[in-house]
């Protein structure tokens, strides 16, 4: 998915301007999977004997049509943008982090200590940033561990993340359940500071949605994994590293480093994620709150082709699909989402490598 | 607690284990990465409780898990092989659509997003313990026979073949490409039958009933250091783990998430090669041309 972009292409006399050929590459598939998903919609749809237009315009109507359902939209994109910005970082220096789930759920365990260990009326000012730190920390840990094995033995990112996700899960899962639950929860007691304001706070639309502050963070983030990856020269190297590992390596990059350094912060970014649902909306840490999205980052990233702001705004669409489960749920089953999830993954994972082949096979053409 | 007990159910746990990690075997020999088992699995459990529920035969829902495993394998290969997709990312996107489809079509069958209602199996004769049920000797047959595949048929050549050394293959006349869907389909049927056998033991289909199983059997492909013997003597030792872990419950001597890790852990040490590298096959992951 990283390969490079135009290695194998002869120089052209009359080339097109090359932001227009990766902005064909990158843009036709996720349409291609749109159009599939569509397509599957319909069918579902019918099968359950509904009329599709019906159907999705209560979609629309139950995600972007009122200020609560939109207020779910951006919750949900918040902690979505988080987790596919961490696996889009990674995907640039070549690496895969499947760590996701467990990132997340770390980084908002350790939201939460912080939050319990700070005193009652610690300013947010102050609160917010330690607990920011204290669960892209945990994060970074979980995600620190493949980049060494990596590293120093040669393991493969992909099992080792996967591996460490239900290790990981099942420790904080004992954490919570033998030392640090409310009686008959599995949740930790409420953070005394950090908590984040909501947006129902300032606009009484909102009301009863859990979109919050954490939101502004994540913009934050993406923009500066956006500045980091495109206009410093450490983000040069981690994308050279993705390209080519071996030419990076010859032009005097360092590959191990930076590979320890990418799966590291991809951990610490997909840790902060926690802070969403944490500090955001429910005031504690829950065990399995993670449920997922660091799976969906997975989606998010590769449908948001490894750009920050696609990442955004594929965060917003798998968020919209979401919650527009819930909207359509009077008249189809929500769990037509989840089958529409897995079609736009495996439709943009089958036509990336395709449409790359179509349009260079063109070009050439065109050139001969 | 006595032996017989322990083993008997360390068995039966097990067998889901050897059905899924003798297909990842299989697959992952012929060069295609194996994180699809625990949709394979998952649509097989479903298609077998489906297809006993409407026909009233496990023998029919023997066959049709054995088709949904099929049918989404089927699907992987044509995304991975066809399309060249990344297998990594196809694997997660089956996965989800495993539990998507099986999720819509439960509630579309039995109108229940938990479970479905309860349906005949094989056996069940009290005394036998599970082991009058054929499919659990097919599970104890199914490493060995794969063992025999692999490295005693000339198709099992093609597969080490075309997972190590794809182009060598291809310079003989072997067509990777058929071999790694044959393998791949290999692979669906048995993750399938290893949902089937979950499916029908526990005489229903719930939401979600794999329970990262198949996530432990391609552990234990790796931890075999994909020899499918190897493979199976580790899913023995996985469940030996699990069945300990329930045996023990109650007695809080080992909190069970520790005995829960266990899996996960042995495989990142075998990956890390701290007892013996674990080398994956050369050409695994690698699209062929």
């Known amino acids: 998915m990283t390969a490079p972009l135009t290695a194998e292409e002869k120089p052209r006399r009359f080339a097109a301007p090359a932001w227009r050929e990766r902005g064909e590459e990158a843009l036709i598939p996720p349409f291609v999977a749109l159009l599939v998903a569509l397509i599957c919609g319909d069918l579902l749809i019918l099968s359950y004997g509904q009329s599709p237009l019906e159907v999705y315009r209560l979609l629309l109507e139950g995600t972007w049509g009122n200020a609560y359902g939109f207020g779910q939209v951006l919750y949900k994109a918040t902690t979505l943008t988080f987790t596919g910005l961490a696996v889009s970082f990674g995907l640039r220096a070549g690496l895969f982090n499947i760590g996701g789930e467990s990132q997340l759920a770390a980084g908002g365990f350790a939201a939460a200590l912080a939050g319990l260990a700070l005193p009652t009326g610690t300013p947010l000012v102050l609160a917010l940033p330690l607990c920011i730190i204290a669960a892209g920390a945990a994060g970074g840990a979980v995600g620190a561990v493949p980049a060494y094995l990596k590293t120093r033995f040669g393991a493969h990112e992909v099992i080792v993340t996967i591996m460490l996700n239900f290790v990981v899960l099942a420790f904080l899962n004992w954490i919570i359940a033998a030392h640090l639950h409310v009686p008959e929860t599995l949740h930790t007691p409420e953070i005394r500071a950090g908590a984040l304001p909501r947006l129902s706070d300032m606009f009484t639309a909102f009301h009863g949605s859990a979109a919050n502050l954490a939101m502004i963070v994540v913009l934050v983030v993406a923009a500066a994994v956006w500045f980091y990856l495109f206009r410093t020269s450490g983000g040069y190297a981690l994308r050279a590293v993705g390209l080519q590992p071996d030419a990076a390596e010859y032009g005097g990059i360092s590959v191990g480093r930076v590979w320890l350094k990418a799966l590291t912060i991809s951990g610490i970014i997909a840790g902060m994620g926690g802070i969403n649902y944490v500090l955001g909306y429910k005031h504690y840490y829950e065990d399995g709150f993670a449920s997922g999205a660091g799976f969906l980052g997975i989606a998010v990233a590769l449908v948001g082709r490894n750009n920050p702001f696609g990442v955004v705004i594929a965060a917003f669409f798998f968020a919209t699909l979401s919650q527009g489960g819930l909207a359509i749920h009077a008249l189809v089953p929500k769990q037509m989402m989840d089958v529409l999830q897995g079609v736009v993954i495996l439709a943009v994972a089958m036509s990336v490598p395709e449409v790359r082949r179509v349009l260079r096979g063109s070009r050439r053409r065109s050139d001969a | ?289």
């Open chain 2, 1 to 289: 607690m006595n032996a017989v007990d322990f083993l008997t159910q360390m068995v039966r746990i097990a067998i889901p284990y050897l059905f899924a990690a003798s297909g990842g075997v299989v697959a992952e020999r012929a060069g295609i990465v194996s994180l699809t088992l625990e949709g394979f699995m998952l649509s097989g459990a479903f298609g077998a409780a489906l297809g006993t529920h409407y026909s009233g035969s496990p023998l029919v829902g023997l066959l049709s898990g054995i088709l949904c495993g099929l049918i989404f394998s089927l699907l992987h290969a044509l995304a991975t092989i066809r399309y060249r997709s990344d297998q990594v990312v196809t694997g997660i996107a089956i996965n989800l659509l495993a539990i998507g489809v099986t999720r819509f079509f439960l509630k579309l069958a039995f109108d229940s997003s938990s479970n479905s209602p309860r349906v005949a199996g094989f056996g069940g004769n009290r005394a036998a313990a599970g082991f009058d049920n054929p499919l659990l000797w097919l599970g104890l047959l199914v490493a060995p026979a794969v063992a025999f595949l692999i490295y005693r048929t000339p198709y099992g050549l093609r597969v080490r073949a075309a997972g190590d050394h794809p182009e060598a293959a291809e310079s003989v006349g072997v067509s990777v490409k058929r071999v790694r869907y044959m393998a791949v389909a290999i692979s669906g049927v048995l993750a399938g039958l290893g949902g089937v056998y979950l499916a029908l033991d526990q005489h229903q289909f719930t939401d979600q009933m794999t329970a990262g199983r198949g996530f432990i059997a391609i552990s234990a492909v790796i931890f075999g250091r994909w020899n499918p013997i190897r493979a199976a003597l580790a899913c023995l030792l996985f469940a030996a783990a699990e069945t300990l872990q329930i045996q023990l419950q109650g007695s809080h001597a080992i909190p069970s998430q520790f005995i829960e890790m266990i899996p996960y852990v042995l495989t990142i040490i075998a990956l890390a090669g701290v007892v013996g590298r674990s080398v994956p096959p050369a050409a695994l992951g690698k699209a062929a041309d």
